[in-house]
């Protein structure tokens, strides 16, 4: 498709499961991005990769996540050991790039509920 | 720490008048700035972006950017009920190797 992908749609997991979120972005498209968003906030930053390099990590709440992006394309966000705060909507977004007008281009989201 | 922030609201208008949404940010090497809309349930969509101080219009949006002053705002004209969302304010440094941080977004009703 010509959008972000994001996979899957709805994520339930038990608390101290192991979840993947994936992302493919517009293809081309240099730069991804992650973000977390809770029911009534906006989206909080978590990483940021142009390419495969990732530039920004700052945002990942614990050791617990990790994300990558190892042939410049697909992104995986991997949460270990989920907790019931980790329950939020999981946006990814894509950009041409840093010399581009930054517009960014999201996906529907991926929804990890923690029971 | 960089931070963008907005009422949350609700911000109730009546339909066929403006809307108006405010925002700050504090980071001064912030130069790009962006309104997204955003549908209960859905993504969100850019409506705006602005990098001059001043205005810029695009049809019923205005966006204003006062950088002296780290603030930002959108105008919406004759406002229509399908404008009721949650607009994001968002900002960031354009032309450089950095993350665009939203505000936690304002939620507008157009009172029909």
């Known amino acids: 498709g010509a959008g972000v992908s994001q996979s899957p749609r709805y994520k339930v997991a038990k608390r101290g499961q192991d979840v993947a979120l994936r992302c493919d972005p517009i293809?081309?498209?240099?730069?991804l991005f992650w973000y977390q968003q809770a029911l009534g906030q906006g989206p909080e930053f978590l990483t940021y990769?142009?390419?495969?390099?990732?530039?920004?990590k700052s945002g990942l709440p614990s050791d617990r996540f990790f994300a990558e992006r190892p042939e410049g394309s697909v992104s995986t966000l991997k949460i270990q050991r989920t907790q019931q705060e980790d329950s939020a909507v999981y946006l990814c977004?894509?950009?041409?790039?840093?010399?581009?007008?930054?517009?960014?281009?999201f996906g529907e989201g991926s929804r990890l509920t923690v029971l | 720490q960089k931070e963008v922030e907005q009422n949350s609201g609700p911000l109730s208008v009546p339909e066929g008048a403006i809307a108006s949404l405010n925002c700050t940010y504090s980071?001064?090497?912030?130069?790009?700035f962006f309104w997204y809309r955003q549908y209960s349930g859905k993504s969100p969509e850019l409506i705006m972006f602005?990098?001059?101080?001043g205005d810029k219009e695009d049809g019923r949006f205005t966006a204003q950017l006062n950088k002296a002053s780290q603030y930002v705002s959108l105008l919406i004209r004759d406002s229509q009920p399908s404008d009721s969302a949650t607009y994001l304010c968002?900002?960031?440094?354009?032309?450089?190797?950095?993350?665009?941080?939203f505000g936690k977004g304002t939620r507008l009703h157009i009172l029909p």
């Open positions: 980071d001064r090497g912030s130069q790009s």
């Open positions: 602005i990098y001059s101080n």
């Open positions: 977004a894509s950009s041409p790039g840093p010399r581009d007008t930054g517009e960014l281009f």
């Open positions: 990769f142009q390419n495969e390099a990732q530039l920004d």
């Open positions: 968002a900002g960031g440094r354009l032309n450089r190797d950095d993350k665009i941080i």
């Open positions: 293809s081309g498209h240099v730069s």
